[in-house]
């Protein structure tokens, strides 16, 4: 299986506020597709748009599974997205988390990766300790554990190495690496050696 | 199956969240209490005919009900917004799942909140019950087609600025006619008179039927866009 990600022609507007357009973008399986922009250029929304949280102005993004066109439905147990704006549930462990999420996406299986994923990202011995008290590194960490539970084909990350040591960039960059054999990723950041990670790159001005 | 599956995994980690915080359950629960308080004391049975009793008695009981849910059941959604967690459930499964799902939730309290509730007022009221199995079956599918209809304004109403207002504005004119259908038939089985028809049952089960169906139709739309 090959999948494939392409952003036709996207271009967003908020009232009369252009924040990009014309945006092309073609990811294909293995490849790791960079958004680098300044503050409010538009790189979490792009992001938004290609997950399907928001609608484009203009243009699409569709994905592939081979020459398959992907509905959204099917995405939900094949697409993930990690990001500063999506939280994971304050009242839950970190253990609790991640087997909501595995029952929730279908992939019950999924829930014996669960202990070998918190001690990949060094959250073994907090495993039992409420999200809500993590302090923002060790919440950055689960966010990723969280977003490649179910071995997603797109993984989408907004800026994966934010509030992380230099232990905790390490165990991403790992996870990304992996992610690459799986299938596409895409990372919106404004930090040179990210963006140098890409393999295609969209930068907004 | 995986669908229920789905749907009890929301359910669960709902009521796993609510027993750690008792977000909406201390709004329900403290409403209903001193609504019921208030209305023990105010109108006690002593103070109302016997003929009027079964009807202003069936008012006041879903008025508690009611206007106590309201309090509680508009917070599903909202507080999903608030703590940046809609954007997980929307990217993790079906929109179809996260209604089951919470609709379930808003069942369960509602459920409990009546088991905790009728009694009570049963009680202090002094109301002699004609017809229980009537009762049961009007308070259970009451509760269920209410909290089908509040899951689906919830729903609605998690991004918008004034949700306490609107949540109640949209809210009653569309459990209106399964409110007015509950307090007749509750009426009814307060009274001794035989019961023949069901009517009131039947009326609530149609209710949740056109209101499930509507609510998996539309939600997904409300959910995505």
Redesign the interface.
């Known amino acids: 299986m090959s999948y494939r990600l392409e952003i036709n022609n996207v271009a967003k507007h908020f009232d009369r506020l252009l924040l990009f357009k014309k945006i092309d973008a073609m990811v294909e399986q293995g490849q790791l597709l960079t958004i680098s922009g300044e503050n409010g250029s538009g790189k979490s929304t792009l992001l938004r748009i290609i997950?399907?949280?928001l609608?484009p102005s203009r243009g699409d993004v569709v994905y592939f599974n081979d020459t398959l066109r992907l509905e959204?439905?099917q995405l939900?147990s094949m697409?993930?997205?990690a990001?500063p704006?999506?939280?994971?549930?304050?009242?839950?462990t970190a253990h609790?988390n991640l087997t909501?999420?595995a029952?929730?996406?279908?992939s019950?299986e999924k829930h014996r990766k669960i202990d070998s994923l918190l001690e990949q990202v060094g959250l073994a011995r907090f495993k039992h300790e409420l999200y809500g008290i993590y302090s923002t590194g060790m919440k950055q960490r689960l966010k990723i554990a969280a977003a490649v539970l179910n071995d997603p084909s797109f993984l989408l990350l907004d800026e994966p190495f934010s509030n992380l040591d230099e232990n905790g960039r390490q165990i991403v960059l790992q996870i990304i690496a992996e992610q690459r054999r799986r299938g596409c990723t895409v990372i919106a950041s404004n930090i040179k050696e990210d963006i140098e990670l890409g393999d295609v790159r969209i930068e907004l001005s | 199956m995986s669908y229920l599956n789905e749907s009890f995994a929301l359910l669960k980690k709902d009521i796993k969240c609510e027993l750690r915080t008792r977000f909406a359950a201390n709004a329900i629960f403290l409403f209903a209490f001193t609504t019921l308080i208030v209305i023990s004391y105010s109108i006690a049975p002593y103070r109302i005919d016997e003929p009027h009793r079964p009807f202003i008695y069936a008012t006041l009981l879903w008025i508690i009900l009611v206007f106590s849910a309201f309090s509680g059941l508009s917070r599903s959604f909202v507080k999903e917004a608030e703590a940046y967690t809609e954007d997980l459930l929307r990217l993790s499964t079906q929109p179809e799942v996260v209604y089951t799902g919470k609709m379930l939730f808003n069942t369960t309290l509602l459920l409990l909140l009546e088991l905790l509730i009728v009694p009570v007022f049963l009680l202090l009221m002094n109301i002699r019950v004609g017809h229980a199995h009537y009762l049961i079956l009007l308070l259970l599918f009451g509760g269920v087609g209410l909290s089908a209809t509040t899951t689906m304004v919830a729903a609605m109403i998690a991004r918008a600025r004034v949700k306490g207002v609107l949540f109640s504005a949209l809210s009653f004119p569309l459990t209106f006619p399964l409110l007015i259908t509950l307090i007749k038939g509750t009426e009814k089985s307060f009274m001794e008179a035989d019961i023949v028809h069901w009517d009131e049952v039947r009326v609530a089960v149609a209710y949740i039927i056109v209101i499930g169906v509507l609510s998996l139709f539309l939600f997904p739309i409300i959910w995505r866009d």
């Open positions: 997950a399907g949280l609608k959204r439905s939900c697409m993930t997205m990001a704006a999506i939280n994971l549930y304050d009242e839950l609790e909501f999420l029952t929730i996406k279908g019950r």
